[in-house]
């Protein structure tokens, strides 16, 4: 109850949550800085907050907007590169305008540059060139800003041999699937894209989603696609049937591990991963128990998110199966949900773990656990 106001900065938030923070009594300032500037460049005054706006000039910060309407920055603590000769004024990179009172409002980034929910940065130019010169395509554009994660839309090039000489769409979309996943290996996870579509037209000028030099004007790209770019990011998760189950898989399961959400499909008696061709199998037992990878859990209903087996450790250790298909992780605090916290081992001989034995688990802040995972799965499943 001591908080009395705060900065937001970095990343976009939602007015929304800007509004809240007021309502309760807290003075939440947004706020717009860069390293050059040592920090900050402009906040909103505690008691001046206005949607939308970054502030007003912070004390020593003298601010410019140039014709195209980019920040300019000088002042005693702006710093300039050590090859930069020049007198004038910094430019920011960002393009800002003014929405009354001396507050300022960003409304595009000049380098292209967007940052996802969890602000983290990605420049969408990195990605987009991984697929230049990519027999098939013709061009590419990354969406993912203010968004928990990225999508491609793939204009195609149908006279190159290598679509020609496609069976069908299904062969199509499965050849770009491959294509996308091979790139996501080289990339880090922000930058990972989970979902693609196919465009029916390539971008033009006289729609302006093309500059005279072919350069994207992005903005106006995402407006004339947004229906496309809404059905890619129609539902937080995906769900998929298995033997009466519904097993919801969070987006971050597919960024993390460099796949696509088509990747996953339902096959032989659970989900079956086609990139990496693993298996984990989803079988419904007496007594309400369900067996999910190598143990048995008991389930409350028969909707289970897969999410909450990969983070909460007390779930997935010594479940060889889930881990292998899992991108698990240390999250002591995640709550079991439908899960009870009693994991059991499988009754039948013929039910126990077979086929590659791998531990491999990616880096944890907890150094113990992939050992107590290998440990666990030992005491249960080794020789007697």
């Not at 109850?1 to 007021?22: I, K, N, Q, T």
């Not at 090039?157 to 294509?179: C, K, M, N, W």
């Not at 994991?343 to 907890?366: R, T």
Request: hydrophobic fraction near 35%.
């Amino acid at each position: 109850e001591r908080l009395r106001w705060g900065l937001s900065a970095a990343g976009y938030l939602d007015p929304r949550v800007f509004r809240f923070f007021h309502r309760n009594g807290v003075k939440l300032c947004s706020g717009f800085g860069m390293t050059e500037a040592t920090g900050g460049i402009t906040m909103t005054p505690p008691d001046d907050y206005r949607e939308g706006s970054v502030g007003i000039p912070l004390p020593a910060v003298n601010i410019e907007l140039s014709e195209d309407g980019e920040m300019l920055i000088s002042g005693p603590y702006i710093a300039r590169y050590l090859d930069d000769d020049s007198d004038g004024p910094l430019p920011t990179g960002d393009i800002f305008q003014k929405i009354g009172k001396g507050h300022l409002e960003i409304i595009d980034r000049v380098k292209d540059i967007y940052k996802n929910t969890r602000g983290q940065t990605i420049a969408p130019r990195k990605v987009e060139q991984k697929f230049a010169d990519v027999p098939g395509i013709k061009r590419v554009f990354l969406v993912g800003d203010h968004r928990d994660s990225n999508v491609l839309l793939i204009v195609p090039e149908r006279d190159d041999p290598i679509l020609i000489g496609a069976s069908d769409e299904t062969t199509v979309h499965d050849y770009f699937r491959q294509i996308i996943t091979a790139a996501n290996e080289d990339l880090a996870n922000r930058e990972r894209v989970i979902n693609f579509t196919i465009l029916d037209r390539d971008f033009s000028i006289g729609n302006e989603e093309l500059t005279p030099k072919g350069s994207y004007k992005r903005k106006n790209i995402e407006e004339n696609f947004k229906k496309v770019i809404d059905d890619l990011y129609q539902n937080e998760r995906l769900s998929l049937e298995v033997n009466d189950y519904t097993i919801q898989i969070p987006r971050w399961i597919f960024r993390d591990l460099g796949i696509l959400e088509s990747d996953i499909t339902v096959q032989y008696g659970g989900l079956y991963d086609r990139h990496r061709g693993l298996l984990l199998k989803v079988t419904e037992l007496e007594d309400g128990l369900t067996k999910i990878g190598d143990l048995v859990y008991k389930l409350q209903g028969k909707t289970f998110n897969l999410g909450r087996l990969s983070r909460q450790p007390l779930l997935w250790a010594g479940n060889l199966s889930l881990a292998n298909f899992c991108p698990v992780k240390d999250g002591w605090d995640t709550p079991e949900g439908t899960f009870s916290n009693s994991v059991y081992l499988p009754q039948s001989e013929n039910e126990m773990p077979s086929g590659k034995i791998s531990f491999e688990l990616p880096a944890m802040n907890d150094r113990r656990l992939p050992r107590i995972h290998e440990l666990s799965h030992n005491a249960m499943f080794g020789e007697k």
